[in-house]
């Protein structure tokens, strides 16, 4: 038996270091070639490492949260044959110091002592062998030989620190560098979306059956590709170390996208050349992609401008944070029936607020009103969606 040492690969792009974002194997699991070994995060996208040799896993190359740089070991395997690594390298490398604190919080390393456990002999089935609850409560069962008793009501006074890791730590300082960076100007408008409203079910009662359903969410990218036309200064980057400002007649549409792991980015492209369905399939497949962990590099990345909306949930008013490099963000508050005046009589109404927000950098409030309001007026009258 020999050992092999995987080391970080280069996957492109001049990226010189990655963030261990998760690992799929432990120490003692058995690994065939091509099995994926771990997850590593770049500034991009999330990548899976799969192993080039079987063997079984002796030792990982650092936790969850790690930064490894390019050509760093990332896993230590033990192979049939020979291996990469000679044996009196491995001979001579430090071993580990018994009594190595476990990955553990500090309320659960004091769960397992009360109950006169050490959490070293406690295996750990979270992230990257961290020790939950569980975990302790099926070693003192096993130990006993009897069902772990059931919890009994208590005073709740553990805490738990909670590294700031993975996607999460990519969303911080993205979020962080934005309003450090862009002085944001927030604008709000009401919109009455009863007309469009009323399209939209007129669609889905003829073509649903034969091109899937439409959300609204089709209907306001529409409206957005034809304002940009006269408003194009928002459908732009922004780099503000060159200080330079680049507008694109391609509107790549980046739709915020809630998943497991936190906020993610995947972006629309060419949203001028599309139709309502093709919209609607085109956000329904980058949305499942972003939730299952799928999507590409290329499908977070070189959005020209950023639409937001939590649905249902949606509240009256936002405050969105612009997805830099670009200078603009709309964001949608949920729709709801009203009581309007119209003509001095009262009538319901379905109105729903946008609220957007704009590097005032290089978009000037006058414009960014502007532009919204062109939004309104095609989503107040939706046919003008449709002319060219």
Not at 9 to 25: H, K, S, Y
Not at 127 to 138: H, K, N, W
Not at 142 to 157: F, N
Not at 252 to 263: M, N, R, S, Y
Request: hydrophobic share 45%.
């Amino acid at each position: 038996m020999g050992i092999h040492v995987i080391k970080m690969p280069d996957i492109g792009e001049g990226i010189a270091e990655v963030e261990l974002a998760a690992w799929n194997v432990q120490p003692g699991d058995t690994v065939v070639e091509d099995q994926p070994l771990a997850d590593v995060m770049t500034d991009k996208a999330t990548v899976e490492i799969p192993s080039p040799v079987a063997g079984k896993v002796i030792s990982l190359g650092g936790k969850a949260g790690d930064v490894l740089a390019v050509g760093a070991e990332l896993i230590r395997l033990e192979v049939a044959g020979e291996g990469n690594v000679c044996a009196a390298a491995v001979a001579a490398e430090p071993k580990p110091a018994p009594g190595e604190k476990p990955l553990a919080s500090p309320a659960v390393r004091r769960y397992a002592w009360d109950r006169g456990i050490d959490p070293q002999l406690v295996f750990g089935s979270g992230p990257a062998g961290r020790i939950l609850r569980e975990d302790v409560d099926a070693y003192v069962a096993g130990r006993q030989g009897v069902a772990a008793p059931a919890p009994q009501r208590a005073r709740l006074e553990w805490e738990e620190a909670i590294p700031v890791i993975g996607l999460r730590r990519k969303i911080a300082r993205k979020i962080q560098e934005a309003k450090q960076h862009i002085p944001h100007f927030a604008y709000v408008e009401e919109i009455d979306m009863t007309e469009c409203e009323a399209l939209r079910q007129q669609l889905n009662a003829r073509y649903a059956a034969t091109r899937g359903k439409l959300t609204l969410l089709p209907l306001l990218m529409r409206a957005i590709v034809l304002a940009v036309r006269e408003f194009p200064q928002v459908n732009a980057r922004y780099d503000d170390a060159a200080d330079v400002v680049t507008r694109y007649g391609a509107v790549h549409l980046g739709i915020a996208t809630q998943t497991e792991g936190g906020l993610m980015v995947p972006v629309l492209r060419h949203a001028e050349t599309l139709d309502l369905w093709q919209m609607a399939s085109e956000i329904a497949r980058l949305s499942e992609a972003a939730r299952n962990g799928k999507a590409t590099r290329d499908e977070l990345t070189g959005s020209t401008l950023t639409i937001t909306s939590l649905g249902a949930l949606g509240g009256i008013v936002s405050t969105p944070v612009i997805n830099t490099p670009e200078v603009a963000i709309v964001g949608v508050n949920r729709m709801v029936e009203r009581p309007v005046i119209r003509s001095g009589q009262i009538v319901a109404r379905q109105m729903m607020n946008l609220s957007s927000s704009f590097d005032h950098r290089v978009v000037d409030g006058m414009d960014a009103a502007q532009f919204i309001q062109c939004v309104r007026g095609y989503l107040e009258a939706p046919a003008t969606l449709f002319v060219e």
